[in-house]
């Protein structure tokens, strides 16, 4: 089993910054892409950044010059720097992982993790 538990949301006012973080444990012999989506409410999920194990990253055009992700392979971390927040960034943080067990590859959501960002 893998579990992926996230930190760092919080309440900010427009034009601040949070960092969020989330962490990888069980059993995994490799984790490939890793990434962040977002949901708000009446929303669907939608992909804010997603990293590749070979840390070439992919952006939300929303968030593009504002946010950034990053990883760190040897602990099985991401993390989401994010900037110049704006109201519209409110929402439900959820992590991702594509994972690699022995005998197979499933992929992991993290519990969600609240960001609100106060105009």
């Known amino acids: 089993q893998v579990q992926l538990v996230e930190s760092g949301g919080g309440l900010v006012q427009a034009g601040g910054s949070l960092r969020l973080s989330c962490a990888a444990s069980?059993?995994?012999?490799?984790?490939?892409?890793m990434g962040w989506y977002r949901q708000a409410p009446g929303n669907q999920r939608e992909l804010v950044a997603v990293?590749?194990?070979?840390?070439?990253?992919n952006y939300a055009d929303s968030v593009k010059g504002r946010f950034t992700i990053s990883r760190d392979n040897a602990k099985n971390t991401v993390h989401l720097q994010m900037n110049s927040l704006k109201p519209e960034d409110t929402s439900v943080y959820y992590c991702?992982?594509?994972?690699?067990?022995?005998?197979?590859?499933?992929?992991?959501w993290g519990q969600g993790t609240q960001v609100t960002v106060s105009s």
């Open positions: 991702n992982a594509d994972v690699n067990t022995i005998g197979q590859r499933y992929n992991y």
């Open positions: 069980g059993n995994i012999f490799s984790v490939n892409a």
């Open positions: 990293i590749t194990n070979g840390v070439s990253t």
